[in-house]
C-alpha cells in the first residue's frame, strides 16, 4: 500500500503512482496557467499557488476520473480549473475577512493592497474560465453554477439567517453552498471528463458534497476542541470572532436552565481573554459537541454509502477512507 491521495490515505501501488504522477502535471499546468506579462500580477497569483495547500480539489478529480479513462485529455485541465477557483475564494475571503495571514504567509491584501488581492482573485478565475473553454459546455455550465452557489452561500453567510429562518437550516444551506459545491464539482468533473456512466457521475457528485459539509463540521468542532492547531486556526477562532459555527447553534436552541451561563457567553463580545476562555471551557463539556459530532457521522456515513454503490475499485476505497478519514479526525 501506498499514499498518493490527500492526508495519506492509503491506496494501492498503482493508484498511488498514477495520482502521483498526474498531481506532478496538475502542479506544472498551475504554474504555468498564472503566468502573464504583469509582473505584478504574475507576483501575487503565484503567492497562494507557491504557499502550498493539500491540492484535495484536484484529487479529487484525478480520484473520480478512475470510474473512467484517468488518462483523458481534459482530466488535469479540470483539477486545475477546480484549484484555480477555489484560490481565487481564497483572496476574496481574507479581503471581506480582513485576514493578515494566509497558509503561513502574510496574506495578499496586507502584502499588496485589497484592490490588488480582489483583482488577482478575478485574473484566476478568468484563467480558469480560459481552461474551460476547451472542456465543453457541459463543464462550463457546471462550473458556472457552481460559481453561482459559492456566491449565493458567501452572500447567504454575509446576511445572516432571517427573522423566521432556521439558524441551524440556514447554516448547513451556506456550508453546502460556500464550502461544498466546489468539492462536489471535483468529483462531477472528474467523472464526467474520464467518461464514467452518468448514474456513477450522479453518485460521485452527490457523495463529495456530502463530504464537503462532513469536511466543514469537522472544522467547526476542531475549532473547539483541539488543543493544538490541528484545524489551521488558534483554537477557539470561530468563538472569539462571534462566528455561530454548528456546536454553538446546538447550544443556542437550547433552552435547558443550566446553558443560561454560556448562552450569555456566546452573544458577548468574546474578544476578551477572560470571558473567551470560559466561553470555550463550557462549550467543550457541552452535549452540543457530541450533537455536532453526531450530525458529521451522518454526513460522513451518508456519502459512504452512496459511495458503496459503485464499482468496488481502489478509487472507491479511497473515497470511502476519506470519509473514515473525516470523522476521526475530530477525535
Known amino acids: 500500500m501506498n499514499s498518493g491521495v490527500p492526508f495519506g490515505l492509503p491506496v494501492d501501488d498503482a493508484l498511488a503512482a498514477d495520482m502521483r504522477e498526474r498531481l506532478t502535471a496538475v502542479e506544472g499546468l498551475l504554474a504555468e496557467s498564472i ?11 503565484r503567492h497562494l499557488v507557491e504557499a502550498g495547500g493539500k491540492r484535495f480539489r484536484p484529487a479529487l ?8 479513462d484517468p488518462a483523458a485529455a481534459g482530466v488535469v485541465p479540470a483539477a486545475v480549473v477546480v484549484e484555480l477557483t477555489h484560490l481565487a475564494t481564497l483572496y476574496h475571503d481574507d479581503v471581506m475577512d480582513e485576514a493578515t495571514m494566509r497558509r503561513g504567509e502574510v496574506s495578499a491584501n496586507t502584502r499588496w ?6 483583482l488577482t482573485g478575478d485574473y484566476l478565475f478568468a484563467r480558469a ?16 453554477r457552481a460559481f453561482a452557489r459559492l456566491v449565493r452561500g458567501q452572500i447567504a453567510e454575509t446576511s445572516g439567517p432571517g427573522p423566521d429562518a432556521d439558524p441551524l437550516k440556514h447554516y448547513l444551506q451556506v456550508v453546502a453552498d460556500k464550502t461544498a459545491s466546489l468539492i462536489a464539482v471535483s468529483g462531477q468533473l472528474g467523472a464526467l471528463l474520464a467518461g464514467a456512466r452518468p448514474h456513477e ?4 457528485t452527490s457523495a463529495c458534497e456530502k463530504i464537503g459539509v462532513a469536511f466543514q463540521l469537522s472544522d467547526d ?44 457567553l456566546l452573544g458577548r463580545d468574546l474578544t476578551d481573554d477572560a470571558l473567551h476562555a470560559e466561553a470555550l471551557a463550557l462549550l467543550r463539556a457541552h452535549p452540543a459537541m457530541e ?11 451518508d456519502a459512504r454509502a452512496e459511495l458503496l454503490t459503485l464499482p468496488a475499485i ?11 478519514y473525516v470523522v476521526s479526525r475530530t477525535g
Do not use: M, Y
Open 201 to 204: 457521475v450522479d453518485t460521485i
Open 314 to 324: 481502489p478509487a472507491r476505497d479511497a473515497f470511502t477512507g476519506l470519509c473514515d
Open 129 to 144: 474560465s480560459d481552461l474551460l473553454a476547451d472542456l465543453g459546455p457541459q463543464a462550463v455550465r457546471i462550473q458556472a
Open 113 to 118: 493592497t485589497n484592490t490588488v488581492a480582489i
Open 221 to 264: 468542532i476542531l475549532d473547539v476542541a483541539s488543543e493544538s492547531e490541528q484545524s489551521g486556526k488558534t483554537p477557539g477562532t470561530d468563538l472569539r470572532e462571534g462566528i455561530r459555527t454548528l456546536p454553538v447553534l446546538h447550544v443556542l436552541s437550547s433552552t435547558d436552565p443550566a446553558d443560561a451561563r454560556l448562552r450569555d
Open 291 to 301: 450533537r455536532a459530532r453526531a450530525d458529521l457521522r451522518r454526513w460522513a456515513d
Open 61 to 68: 478529480v484525478l480520484l473520480a476520473s478512475h470510474f473512467g
Open 35 to 45: 503566468v502573464c506579462d504583469d509582473p505584478l500580477l504574475t507576483e501575487a497569483s
